[in-house]
């Protein structure tokens, strides 16, 4: 039975993830108070995260990896909010708390009602 959760969530993430290794083949590091390692570290933790999303649902194998990627995306979408709203960047505040709102509904609608 299909899920209401892949349509909407998971394809914001598949865009958001393809938006962010764009930036990364270009050599574009947007922070500077961050090392290019440390902005290399989030950008991989943030595609695993975005896989977790994607592949064990799709393929059926480790279902339960869904909603520990959710959660994962959930605390890392935290402390971007906190990053941005230190630097007073309030675009880049209302990309992080959507993005952390999507990932809150996956994580609870897969740990809850529409678990797998």
């Given at each position: 039975m299909p899920s209401p959760f892949?349509?909407?969530?998971?394809?914001?993430?598949?865009?958001h993830l393809a938006g962010r290794l764009r930036n990364c083949q270009r050599?574009?590091?947007p922070?500077?108070?961050?090392?290019?390692?440390?902005?290399k570290t989030i950008g991989a933790l943030e595609a695993l995260a975005a896989i977790g999303l994607i592949l064990p649902a799709a393929v059926d194998i480790a279902p339960i990896f869904v909603p520990l990627a959710a959660t994962g995306l959930v605390l890392i979408m935290?402390?971007?909010?906190?990053f941005h709203a230190r630097r007073k960047e309030n675009q880049a505040i209302l990309?992080?708390?959507?993005?952390?709102?999507?990932?809150?509904?996956?994580?609870?609608?897969?740990?809850?009602?529409y678990a797998f």
């Open positions: 892949w349509t909407g969530p998971e394809r914001a993430y598949a865009a050599g574009f590091f922070h500077e108070s961050f090392s290019p390692g440390a902005v935290i402390g971007a909010v906190i990309i992080s708390v959507v993005l952390l709102a999507l990932a809150a509904v996956v994580a609870w609608g897969r740990f809850g009602p």
